[in-house]
């Protein structure tokens, strides 16, 4: 039964490819700055980290909660923590990033998935509900954060409107198709193959928000240092971010 899966994952997979890579070689009708590519390519390969870092952890939740031998009403209760903290936050999520900045929310999102996932080495209850509570925060910031951000950049930086459905379709094939099954590869991978525990695909989900964190850190404070230079040059007094 497992070689039927993978067969039928392996046709599915080659023709996929196929339907991209004839898509890659069709010439686009406007041509793009590589200002804007260079943009879309770094905006996708973030994006991309993050979604690894959410995909990684699904396969294993339920999993990762039986293992320590929880019953299906304590996990339900679990379950339903992370979505009413998601629920809750997810109403003033939007008017803070605008406040505060997006790159920062995008941030705080890094830091409370890590601190979801280094939750999930503790077996208590209660720390598994604070960490369905940080899983719930970042959960809402995932799915409004970048995309704002994404957009309100796009236009700051005078791109056309057209080239911006682009972006967002890669980023849902990226992000939530080829990402996807290849998070759930990797988990299953870890789990089964290398017999490394249900808790190693929250690990690996870790390394992989690490990695887009720093770079998300970097960008802003080049951001930063760049915006108070400039406003010392021709204001006289730093810029309060």
Not at 25 to 37: N, V, Y
Not at 41 to 59: H, K, T
Not at 151 to 174: C, M, N, P, Q
Not at 179 to 201: E, F, K, Q, R
């Amino acid at each position: 039964m497992e070689a039927y899966y993978w067969t039928q994952f392996s046709v599915l997979a080659v023709f996929c490819a196929l339907m991209e890579f004839q898509k890659f070689t069709q010439k686009e009708k406007t041509q793009m700055p590589s200002s804007f590519l260079n943009f879309r390519n770094n905006y996708l390969f973030v994006y991309s980290l993050m979604m690894a870092g959410d995909w990684l952890q699904g396969p294993y939740v339920y999993a990762l909660y039986q293992h320590y031998g929880y019953t299906t009403g304590d996990i339900g209760k679990l379950f339903i923590a992370g979505f009413g903290s998601s629920m809750i936050f997810g109403t003033v999520v939007g008017s803070m990033a605008d406040k505060h900045g997006r790159k920062a929310a995008a941030l705080v999102y890094v830091a409370t998935y890590i601190a979801s996932c280094v939750t999930k080495h503790w077996s208590d209850y209660y720390v598994l509900m604070l960490g369905r509570f940080f899983g719930g925060i970042a959960t809402s910031l995932l799915f409004t954060v970048f995309e704002s951000w994404l957009v309100a950049e796009h236009f700051k930086r005078g791109y056309e409107a057209e080239w911006l459905d682009k972006t967002f379709s890669k980023a849902i094939f990226l992000g939530n198709g080829l990402v996807s099954i290849v998070s759930g590869l990797v988990a299953n991978y870890l789990v089964t193959d290398m017999s490394l525990g249900p808790v190693a695909p929250f690990d690996a989900a870790t390394c992989f928000l690490a990695i887009g964190g720093e770079l998300e850190a970097r960008d802003l404070l080049y951001y930063t240092l760049c915006m108070q230079t400039f406003n010392t040059h021709y204001w006289g007094a730093p810029l309060d971010l």
